[in-house]
């Protein structure tokens, strides 16, 4: 195991390029007290929902994986009570998924194996099996746990899916305990008419915040990020 040395030392020095004026080094510092308040604001939100009341007990959900039944209560593997679950948007009759989606779950299938170390993860979605098995062939994702529903209850509660049967982009967390999963937590992108309610589930947005030009009014397409694999 690699330790970080504990000589290791917080430093307090503004991190500019050699020869940088005067202007740029108040400007950067600025930011520098920024960037730490924004990063203690970020550990008092995780604070706060780690601190939740215990959530409601939850009936058994069931979902679909290679065409074997699951209950909600299965999705805790290896004796580890947490659980998270991101729900894919996904359109009737359509063959591809969200993008924005596709985007998140990118990254998800790229992390899965170190997040399982820990707590539990899974995707589930309201497609048609064969439909999102191919979607991950194409995708490249070969490492997250892929579900579908087995009807509309889990989408509905969770608020994946409105009123009117579209979905939404959603994550939610579950705990075990004893012999009953309870629901912890819930989010979904658009809070307060923006798509920013669970930027923290992608680094693309956090990479495109250090450049000059920013996010601008980028959109994440399907186009590019196909593997070519049918």
């Given at each position: 195991?690699?330790?970080?040395?504990?000589?290791?030392?917080?430093?307090e020095?503004?991190?500019?390029?050699?020869?940088?004026?005067?202007?740029?080094?108040?400007?950067?510092?600025?930011?520098?007290?920024a960037?730490?308040?924004?990063?203690?604001?970020?550990?008092?939100?995780?604070?706060?929902?780690?601190?939740l009341?215990?959530?409601?007990?939850?009936?058994?959900?069931?979902?679909?994986e290679?065409?074997?039944?699951?209950?909600?209560?299965?999705?805790?593997?290896?004796?580890?009570?947490?659980?998270?679950?991101?729900?894919?948007?996904?359109?009737?009759?359509?063959?591809?998924?969200?993008?924005?989606c596709?985007?998140?779950?990118?990254?998800?299938?790229?992390?899965a194996?170190?997040v399982?170390?820990?707590?539990?993860?899974?995707?589930?979605?309201?497609?048609?099996?064969?439909?999102?098995?191919?979607?991950?062939?194409?995708?490249?994702?070969?490492?997250?746990?892929?579900?579908?529903?087995?009807?509309?209850?889990?989408?509905?509660?969770?608020?994946?899916?409105?009123?009117?049967?579209?979905?939404?982009?959603?994550?939610?967390?579950?705990?075990?305990?004893?012999?009953?999963?309870?629901?912890?937590y819930?989010?979904?992108?658009?809070?307060?008419?923006?798509?920013?309610?669970?930027?923290?589930?992608?680094?693309?947005?956090?990479?495109?915040?250090?450049?000059?030009?920013?996010?601008?009014?980028?959109?994440?397409?399907?186009?590019?990020?196909?593997?070519?694999?049918?």
């Amino acid at each position: 195991m690699i330790l970080v040395a504990n000589t290791l030392q917080v430093r307090e020095t503004i991190p500019v390029m050699p020869d940088a004026d005067d202007a740029y080094r108040a400007a950067r510092e600025e930011l520098r007290r920024a960037e730490i308040a924004m990063r203690d604001q970020i550990e008092r939100v995780a604070d706060l929902r780690r601190r939740l009341p215990v959530g409601p007990v939850l009936p058994e959900y069931r979902f679909v994986e290679r065409g074997r039944p699951v209950r909600l209560s299965e999705l805790f593997a290896d004796g580890k009570t947490e659980l998270i679950v991101y729900h894919l948007m996904y359109w009737k009759e359509e063959d591809e998924f969200c993008p924005m989606c596709s985007m998140w779950v990118d990254g998800l299938n790229a992390v899965a194996k170190h997040v399982e170390r820990r707590a539990n993860i899974v995707v589930a979605t309201r497609a048609p099996e064969d439909k999102v098995r191919a979607w991950a062939r194409r995708r490249g994702w070969n490492t997250i746990r892929l579900l579908c529903d087995d009807g509309a209850d889990f989408a509905r509660d969770t608020g994946a899916e409105d009123g009117n049967g579209d979905p939404v982009e959603t994550v939610a967390v579950f705990v075990k305990d004893g012999s009953a999963v309870r629901n912890t937590y819930v989010s979904h992108a658009f809070t307060l008419g923006e798509i920013r309610g669970i930027d923290l589930l992608t680094p693309v947005w956090h990479l495109f915040d250090l450049l000059p030009s920013g996010r601008d009014d980028w959109y994440p397409s399907n186009d590019y990020a196909l593997t070519g694999e049918v």
